[in-house]
């Protein structure tokens, strides 16, 4: 027998990478027929019935869920796939749309109800309610019992006789030999089979019966679930009427002679003259408010004004867990969606406990993904499916079969024993993506196996459920070994990731948490990356629980440790809850199984701009609590510390962030990380002290910062930046009032040169009194704005130099007037029409909280960021075409001066000719601020950015004034013009004889003078000649006149030349 349950679970774990469709008997294949590929998704049916839970169950085992129709359009691809396979029946769907209920205080889910007490002391006692019911085609009793444990008879929880007939309509119940509570109804006298049972635990429980005469069906359900249906009696008649019905004992005759007795309490007695559907059970069993439909049908609402007791009967207070009695009413059973048919609308609700097909929705990539694995295993199994073939004795597998899921946890627990004792022999060879894919499958099924209430004859092997347990955690530790990490690697387009196998885990010590602690109240579970343990107590004054703890090493000084507070559990006993289950876990080794390429977004918490913001990682174990109270999930508060990494090598630090997993963020992808709710307590060297207000899965998720510069630095670099401002507006000044003092050429040139002095200047003064005004707050905000529009300006301004300079290298057919107007609107209307549109839509989030500059922590500041990008690419492109063309002008100039030496002057023509307009354009172009994207690197980049850009308007006045040849002409025409003032005053006559070096001279002869004081003084017949020399000098506007006379001598022609030399020169 235990062969062939091997070779059964070995066919399961071999196929469980493949697509099924089992039939009622769960045996076919799923064929491609049944999947339907959409250019997003692979839609799968599953031609099985099954209830909702397990078809769920099944479809996010296969790394799927049930599909989700939001929208009236999702449902044409699904009706299209029932159309191809020609089903009619209605198939489960998962309606996304429904409400989901608030949260409610756990203080708020217990309700306080009055009952019955029936005391074991006397079997005498009864209740009387006193209701005439009439006859009745249909009908359903509801109550609330808590059985004494210690009374194993029958007993009769309620009777109803009739004048006519005794054993009308009654519920009795007794306890089995395995403990149990078994149920039966008598119907007209016939007395249905004990099936439908719940635990005698002491507990209370809500039992609902219903019958209908048209169809003589009866059902019991138990805690909102049906436990037993059937046909009711041989007769086909209404209830009788004007009857009697009794709490608490059997009626042998009509109102008394009272037999079977019932102990325990009663109470919540409501009936109905209808049968109720399984939703409505549902609902009233979570005290859900009843619908109008049920207010109208009711006979009888609980009332202890109408209820008679015995004496011995008597008056107690209950306080029952009623999860739902805050919640809003909404229509209750499962979403389903019409087979192919005509009928409208196609979505409809059914009994969640209904069996029907359903289907599965999975992305197109991950379908595709396990169907190539699928065909993988199935011709070259792996050293791990050999393995397990081995000790299941089977040699040749058929890979056709499949179960849809696990029956029950003997099942689940071979198989698992299986599993651990294959991973250990072949430890030594590396899972490949199929074995994964299997048994992180196997984990999720196991983990949704029913979990019956534990019986008499399995409290014996209680051994059996902690093994399955440590066979649990040893497979899930194989799977999240960091020896794994290229494979988690391989399957991520399959699985979604590691906290898969954390909440398969999760979710197998919840429900298996009654099994495993019957007869212990501590287990500890360990493996090399696993840490599990689990407590339990009895709530009562002043109960407390110790910290639980990761594993100890040599190497940890402080342990990752998690706590509930004292306090919080104090609070579980006042509300009422009588036991407490803790189950905590450690896990070591996910960080490594996470992505590292993949940042996790995030806001930064380091906002002051005092450090670079490189990016979030998860950086620490992963710890967990799950709080159970009376086996139910109770959330509430948490400490935890963990341990992280201070500083890398490089030297960022880390910022550590509280976080949890959240499994319905993003559902698609398996949930992300989130902050709500936690917070840093406390931080210290190398671990984090965190509170959050809820119970899940916890880690720190570490920022990485740039490392932060000394008070010293920070110090000195505000001291250069206002020193180099405060130079650069007085080189800024000066250049502005020579470009208007000495008379520079007016031109398109030096009007930019202007307007982006007096732009830059401006920004820079204001840049020196931000820290002043920031002490007020309409004056920073003015200030803000202002520095804002003035930047812009200037950047602007250095995007309209960098377009002229543009202008000048390539041809453009612009006038200079038009050019201009553009450039002005360029220059000034831009940065105006930025600014306005920035404070008319964040007005409020304009200006930063502590300085007098836009906001960094919202997205104002890229209204100054991009448009400083923009201007900066585009000068950066004009600085390379002009460094183009002067490199081949410097060579084509070397060529023709000198050919033969071209190729020895080419480096040095080759170099000044890239370096001088990079030395020139730099400062004017803006092109120093790019060194900012460097800035975090180093802090000697920080003082050569500060160095470079405060200076900026200091750089522009050495190369536009001091150094600018339009400038140096215009002085030097000043100081000749004073000398050609002068001139007429000047005295000392000089004679001049030709030279090489004399000015170009004109010559043009003029008529003779009849006088000249040269010839009075010579002989008189020797003749003379008159001549004017026009003498051209570059230094001077105009041509100067110089008189002079030719004198003939000795054949020679001699010219004499008499000029003034203006005194005091």
Not at 358 to 372: H, P
Not at 658 to 667: G, H, K, Q, R, S
Not at 880 to 908: D, E, G, I, N
Not at 927 to 939: A, F, K, M, P, Q
Request: glycine fraction near 6%; charged fraction near 15%.
């Amino acid at each position: 027998m235990t062969g062939a349950l091997l070779t059964g679970f070995i066919l399961f774990l071999l196929k469980v990478v493949c697509e099924s469709e089992p039939t009622h008997a769960g045996t076919d294949r799923v064929e491609d027929s049944h999947v339907h590929l959409t250019p997003q998704w692979a839609l799968q049916l599953v031609n099985d019935s099954l209830p909702f839970s397990r078809a769920d169950s099944f479809c996010r085992g296969q790394f799927g869920s049930l599909l989700p129709l939001d929208q009236l359009e999702d449902q044409e691809e699904p009706l299209e796939l029932l159309r191809q396979i020609g089903l009619r029946s209605p198939v489960w769907v998962r309606d996304s749309s429904r409400p989901v209920s608030k949260p409610v205080a756990v203080s708020r889910q217990y309700l306080q109800f009055s009952a019955l007490n029936f005391p074991k002391e006397s079997r005498e006692g009864f209740a009387h309610v006193n209701i005439s019911l009439p006859a009745l085609s249909s009908i359903s009793v509801c109550v609330r019992v808590q059985w004494d444990p210690e009374w194993n008879e029958v007993s009769t929880i309620f009777s109803y006789a009739a004048p006519v007939f005794t054993n009308e309509f009654q519920l009795r119940g007794q306890v089995d030999v395995q403990g149990r509570i078994l149920l039966a109804l008598i119907i007209h006298g016939k007395h249905l089979p004990y099936k439908a049972s719940f635990p005698n635990n002491g507990e209370w429980h809500h039992i609902c019966v219903t019958w209908r005469r048209n169809s003589n069906q009866w059902a019991i359900y138990v805690d909102g679930d049906k436990k037993d249906m059937g046909s009711g009696s041989d007769t086909y008649r209404d209830i009788y009427r004007d009857g009697i019905l009794i709490l608490g004992q059997d009626q042998d005759s009509f109102g008394g002679n009272f037999t079977e007795p019932f102990f325990g309490n009663i109470t919540d007695l409501n009936v109905w003259n209808m049968s109720l559907e399984a939703r409505h059970v549902h609902s009233l069993s979570s005290c859900l408010p009843s619908s109008p439909m049920l207010t109208q049908d009711m006979l009888f609402s609980w009332n202890l004004d109408l209820i008679s007791s015995h004496p011995v009967v008597q008056k107690v207070q209950a306080l029952l867990f009623c999860p739902g009695v805050h919640q809003q009413m909404a229509p209750q059973g499962c979403r389903t969606l019409q087979g192919w048919s005509e009928q409208q609308p196609p979505l409809g609700l059914t009994d969640c406990s209904d069996l029907l097909p359903f289907i599965c929705r999975s992305s197109r990539e991950r379908y595709l993904r396990m169907k190539q694995m699928r065909e993988s295993q199935s011709s070259q199994p792996t050293a791990f499916m050999n393995q397990l073939m081995k000790l299941s004795n089977t040699s040749e597998p058929v890979l056709g079969q499949q179960r849809l899921g696990l029956d029950g946890l003997a099942q689940a627990s071979v198989l698992l024993n299986m599993s651990a004792q294959a991973l250990e022999v072949t430890q030594q060879e590396r899972l490949q993506p199929a074995d994964m894919v299997s048994l992180i499958q196997l984990l999720s099924v196991t983990a949704d196996v029913p979990s019956q209430p534990p019986s008499r004859a399995e409290n014996g092997s209680q051994e059996n459920f902690q093994e399955l347990g440590q066979h649990f955690i040893s497979v899930a530790d194989s799977i999240i070994s960091e020896d794994n990490t290229l494979t988690w690697q391989a399957i991520k387009e399959v699985v979604n990731g590691p906290m898969d196998v954390v909440k398969s885990i999760d979710r197998m010590v919840t429900r298996l948490s009654p099994r495993l602690m019957a007869e212990t109240d501590h287990l500890t579970i360990r493996s090399p990356n696993i840490k599990l343990e689990v407590q339990q107590q009895r709530l009562q004054e002043g109960s407390k629980v110790p910290s639980f703890c990761g594993p100890e090493t040599e190497k940890l000084t402080k342990l990752d440790c998690i706590s509930v507070p004292r306090q919080k559990i104090q609070d579980l006993h006042n509300n009422g809850f009588y036991k407490l289950t803790l189950v905590n876990t450690w896990y070591g080794s996910l960080r490594p199984l996470f992505n590292p390429e993949e940042n996790i977004s995030m806001v930064p918490t380091v906002t002051d701009g005092s450090q670079r913001y490189l990016g979030t990682f998860l950086g620490s174990s992963v710890i967990s609590t799950t709080v159970l109270g009376d086996d139910q999930p109770v959330s509430m508060a948490v400490h935890f510390q963990l341990q992280h990494r201070v500083q890398d090598s490089v030297g960022n630090v880390f910022d550590p962030v509280c976080a949890f997993w959240d499994f319905d963020l993003n559902p698609e992808a398996g949930g992300w990380w989130n902050t709500k709710g936690c917070e840093v307590v406390s931080k210290y060297y190398g671990y984090t002290v965190c509170y959050c207000n809820h119970t899940t899965n916890f880690a720190l998720l570490l920022q990485v910062y740039e490392a932060q510069r000394s008070p010293e630095n920070e110090k000195a670099l505000q001291v250069l930046t206002f020193i180099g401002c405060g130079v650069s507006l007085c080189g800024l000044l000066f250049t502005f009032i020579l470009f208007i003092a000495v008379g520079v050429p007016k031109s398109d040139r030096t009007t930019v040169h202007k307007n982006l002095i007096v732009a830059l200047g401006m920004a820079e003064l204001l840049l020196m009194c931000s820290d002043w005004a920031s002490e007020n707050e309409a004056a920073c905000f003015l200030v803000t704005a202002l520095l804002h529009l003035f930047f812009m300006a200037s950047f602007s301004w250095m995007l309209v130099e960098g377009l002229l300079l543009w202008s000048k290298v390539v041809s453009v057919n612009i006038s200079e007037d038009r050019r201009m107007k553009l450039y002005y609107l360029i220059g000034w209307g831009l940065p105006v029409l930025i600014v306005g549109v920035t404070l008319v839509i964040s007005v409020n989030k304009y200006k930063a909280d502590d300085h007098c500059w836009l906001n960094m922590k919202t997205d104002t500041i890229w209204a100054f960021v991009g448009p400083v990008i923009f201007v900066l690419v585009v000068n950066a492109v004009v600085l390379c075409r002009v460094v183009m063309v002067t490199v081949s002008s410097a060579h084509r100039r070397a060529k023709m001066l000198s050919p033969s030496s071209a190729s020895k002057m080419q480096t040095f023509d080759l170099s000044w000719a890239v370096t001088r307009p990079v030395l020139i354009l730099l400062p004017v172009l803006g092109l120093t601020w790019l060194c900012g994207v460097l800035v975090h690197l180093s802090v000697v980049v920080a003082y050569i950015f500060i160095a470079l850009n405060s200076f900026q308007g200091f750089y522009i006045f050495l190369v536009y004034a001091v150094y600018n040849s339009e400038v140096r002409n215009a002085i030097k025409r000043i100081k000749e013009k004073r000398k050609a003032l002068s001139f007429t005053n000047c005295s000392q006559p000089t004679s001049f004889l030709p030279s090489q070096r004399a000015p170009i001279t004109s010559w043009s002869r003029n008529p003779p003078t009849p006088y000249s004081p040269e010839t009075s003084e010579t002989s008189g017949p020797t003749s003379s000649t008159s001549t004017s020399l026009v003498i051209k000098n570059e230094s001077f506007r105009k041509e100067s006149f110089v008189s002079f006379s030719l004198k003939q001598a000795s054949g020679n022609q001699v010219v004499q030349l008499t000029g003034f030399k203006p005194s005091g020169c």
